[in-house]
Each structure stands twice: as C-alpha cells, then as structure tokens.
C-alpha cells in the first residue's frame, strides 16, 4: 500500500512519504538517487523544426550539491541541454526534473528566479550598475531596496569583488574575469539551489580562468549549489565536475566520474580526451589527481 | 529695430510659446502612437516591412497637402520615421541580453522597461530630437489653415511683402528649432548607455 502511493505520488511527494516511512518504522531507507536527484533528464529528445536531432534520448541524474559537467564539442547539444532545465528550451519529448517536480508543471518566471544562470559573454545589463544587476532578480521580485543592496554586496564580497569599489561601477568598467565574477553573484542573488553554467569561463585567459575556476570550487563546496556546467574544456570538467556526461551529436556518450572517465575506453571518450592532450604525453591520468590534491 | 520689437514683441512671444504648443502636441501625439507602435512590431517581426513602409510612404506625402485633411495629420510624416526608430531601437539590443533576461525569469513587462525600453532609449530619443527640429519647421506651414503660431508672422509677412515680418517669425522659429536640439540633446546624453567613451 505504502510503496503504490510512493510511486503515484510525484518526487516531491515521495521524499515525503519516504521520511514518514522512515520515522514510523525506522526500517526503510530509500536508495539515495531516487531521493536526492536535484536535476533529472528522462529520456530527452529535441529537434528544431525540419532540423537534426539535437538531443536524443538524454537520461541522467544531477545529484544535490554536486557539480555535473557536460561536455561535448561544439554542436553536441551541451546548451541546449542546459536550456531545457529552466524551459528556455522545450524538449520534443522527455522530461527534465528539478527537485522531483516536472518544470513543465512549475510556473515559468519562479521556475526561472529559482535557477540561477551563468553564461560565457555574462550577459550583464550594460545600463545598469555592478550592484544593480546583481540584485535585480530580487528587484523583480520587488524587495527592498536595502536588501537589495546589502544582498548584493554579501555576493559580491563572496565572489571576491569588493562590494564597495566594484558596486557603484559600470560592466564596461570591469575586466573579463571581474564581469564573470558579476555574473556568478548575479547568479546566486535569489539563493537557488540549483545553477545553471554555459561556459561561464570560456572567454577568460588561462590564468584568469584558473583562478575563476578555483574560486568557483570553493563557493560551490562552502554552498552546495547543485551545478549543471557546460563546457568543452577537459579539465575544467575534471577540475570542477564530480560527475561527467559526454554529448556527441545530441547522444549521451558517457555519465561518469573524473577517474572513470579518463581510464574509459569508451572510442568517443578516447578521442575527446587524446584531442585535449595532444602533445602532453601521459599527461591525462594526472590531470585529475594533480589537480584535486 | 527697437520699435519693431516694440510693435511686435508681444506677439512674437505669443506666437513662439503657441508655436511650443503645436509643436509639442504634435511630437506628443506622434509620439503616443509610433513608440508603442513600434515596440509592437519588435513583437511581430513579420509586421515590420509593410508597417514601416505604408509610414514610410505617408511620410512623402507633402506637408502642405496634408494639412487639408487634419490638422494633426502632417506629423504623420515624423511618427514615421520614430516607428522605424523605436523598433530599430529594440531589435538592436544584444540579443544576448534579452534571452538573459528572460532566463532570469523576468517577466514580459519587467523585460521591457527594465532592459529594452532604457537600452533603446537613446535611439528612440534621437529619432525624437530630429523629428522635433523638423517639427518646428513644419508647423510653421499650421498657420496656413489657422492653427497659429509663427507661421502666421512669415505668411502676413509675405502676404504684406514686409520681410521684417518675414523674419521676425522665421527667426523665433530657428532658434526655437535650435533650443529644442539643444534640450533634447541634454535628454539623450543623460539617457545613453554607459559604455567606454562615455561619462558614466
């Protein structure tokens, strides 16, 4: 009886049901990825009008407070993968779960202010100030101004931006790195769970990017944000993903750890990882344990 | 001079400040229906083509001929020329921006008048500046169907062959048309977007 209302019951409702099972008999532990998944694709497919497939049959999971990092050559369908979460894209068929909950059942502007978004060109408003575009998602929300601005400076000190220099400037004041930065507190303001990142680093400079990446872990360890990241850089996957899903051609190819990852010999994982490192020899089984220690 | 500006100075003034009036009116009501018009094709993309062509087409039409249909009708002409403003204003944001803000969740009327009402501002703003200089001009033919305004000086004028009256509406009206640029000059400067080269 219990377990055919567990199954009827949506995600959310399971978790629920689940704890109540739990407390009352203190038997029943449910398995950890039917609970926890913040993010989940179920069977995914989405072609344009008359165009290829760009992403076909797409199944997997994101755990809460883990990193995922989907990467792919260019046109693999990494983006338009991130899209579906927060329904700037709408799959063809399929499901994407945020927290249990189909987004297609959840109304689309909270659905929206509850994902944060990160993208490469940072998309910051040019019209507004630094504090101003961090806040604004709580603007729209029609918080007070103070909080507004308090909130924003907290962000802004934690993504390592002095609120008080960097707050009253212009995005055409700031560097690459420090736009990224904006982007990311931008990102956090209305405190979502679950971030969405569109090669947030891919127009920095090798330096710029390593220290964007470093700070980016350790924000996303002291917040357990749950982190769906797209990108096509082989170490910034294994640098910042605890999971790697490879797309090839709108096809899942992989859904694995770092480690997994780079002893598969799976043939697309292979290529992608030998066209990374080309001329560094042995230099791939190293990248993830000289990275992480 | 002194006692032209005696004889005429107080319907000088009064004409100007009826010129100010028709010609404020008539940015009002072109205004009200171009800017809106144009953020409505912004909308419906398909629309643009024919919409902005038939304004452009109007926009021909001359003047004079115009003012035998309407008095507001003339100004026709410069609703024209802001539709195709507003809606270049719109479509030239970064395309970026836009789909930033909608994944941000703002909703449909925050996105226009937090990102893409402000963005545009200047264009929009322009296409204001120089549809009011012109405007000035123009009205000046108003008072060919008695609308007033300084018109009336320069038509007497010519009537009377007296190019002392010529003038004395024809100059009000320059400046006029040159006190305008310069206000909505101030306007468009505080309204631009804060970019390098720029005082922010």
């Not at chain 1, 689940?18 to 008999?25: K, L, P, Q």
């Not at chain 1, 165009?51 to 995922?68: H, K, M």
């Not at chain 1, 002893?263 to 001329?279: L, N, Q």
């Not at chain 2, 009011?132 to 169907?145: D, E, F, N, Q, R």
Request: with cysteine; proline share 5%; glycine share 10%.
């Amino acid at each position: 009886m219990v377990s055919g209302l567990v199954f009827l019951g949506s995600r959310r409702n399971f978790r629920v049901f689940a704890a109540d099972i739990f407390v009352t008999r203190g038997t029943f532990v449910p398995t950890l990825d039917l609970v926890s998944a913040a993010i989940e694709f179920r069977n995914v497919c989405f072609r344009r009008e008359r165009g290829r497939r760009l992403l076909d049959d797409i199944s997997f999971a994101v755990e809460e407070g883990t990193t995922t990092a989907v990467l792919g050559r260019s046109g693999s369908g990494k983006t338009t993968l991130l899209r579906t979460v927060n329904r700037m894209i709408e799959p063809n068929s399929g499901e994407v779960l945020l927290e249990g909950e189909n987004v297609r059942s959840r109304d689309l502007i909270a659905l929206r202010r509850g994902v944060g978004y990160v993208i490469q060109e940072t998309g910051l408003f040019p019209h507004m100030t630094v504090e101003r575009n961090v806040g604004l998602v709580l603007e729209a929300e029609d918080h007070e101004r103070r909080e507004r601005e308090l909130r924003s400076q907290d962000l802004l000190n934690a993504v390592g931006l002095e609120a008080r220099t960097f707050g009253p400037r212009y995005p055409f004041q700031l560097s690459g790195g420090q736009r990224q930065r904006v982007g990311l507190a931008r990102a956090l303001a209305a405190e979502p769970p679950v971030l969405l990142m569109d090669e947030p680093f891919g127009a920095l400079d090798p330096l710029t990017r390593g220290e964007m990446q470093d700070m980016l872990r350790e924000l996303m360890a002291r917040l357990k944000k749950t982190v769906l990241l797209v990108t096509h850089d082989l170490d910034e996957a294994l640098y910042l993903g605890d999971r790697i899903v490879l797309l090839h051609e709108g096809k899942m190819v992989a859904d694995l750890a770092p480690e997994e990852f780079l002893r598969s010999r799976e043939p697309e994982i292979e290529s992608y990882v030998r066209a990374f490192h080309r001329g560094e020899e042995s230099a791939a089984p190293n990248a993830v344990g000289g990275k992480r220690a | 001079m002194s006692e032209f500006l005696q004889q005429y100075g107080g319907e000088i003034a009064q004409l100007t400040m009826e010129h100010l009036w028709l010609t404020f009116a008539a940015m009002l009501f072109a205004t009200a229906i171009a800017v809106p018009v144009g953020v409505a094709l912004t909308r419906k993309p398909g629309w643009a083509k024919p919409v902005i062509g038939v304004a452009n087409v109007l926009q021909t039409i001359p003047s004079l001929a115009m003012f035998g249909f309407l008095l507001p009708l003339p100004w026709l002409g410069e609703r024209a020329a802001r539709v195709a403003n507003t809606y270049a204003g719109i479509r030239g944001i970064d395309p970026t921006l836009i789909d930033v803000a909608q994944a941000m969740g703002l909703t449909d009327a925050q996105r226009f008048f937090k990102v893409e009402l402000p963005l545009a501002a200047p264009f929009i703003l322009a296409g204001l500046r120089t549809a009011t200089v012109t405007c000035v001009g123009i009205a000046t033919i108003a008072a060919a169907v008695g609308a007033g305004g300084l018109g009336e000086l320069i038509f007497r004028g010519v009537a009377s062959v007296d190019n002392e009256l010529v003038l004395a509406g024809a100059i009000p009206a320059a400046l006029l048309a040159l006190a305008c640029d310069g206000g909505l000059g101030l306007v468009e400067r505080w309204a631009r977007v804060p970019g390098p080269g720029t005082a922010a």
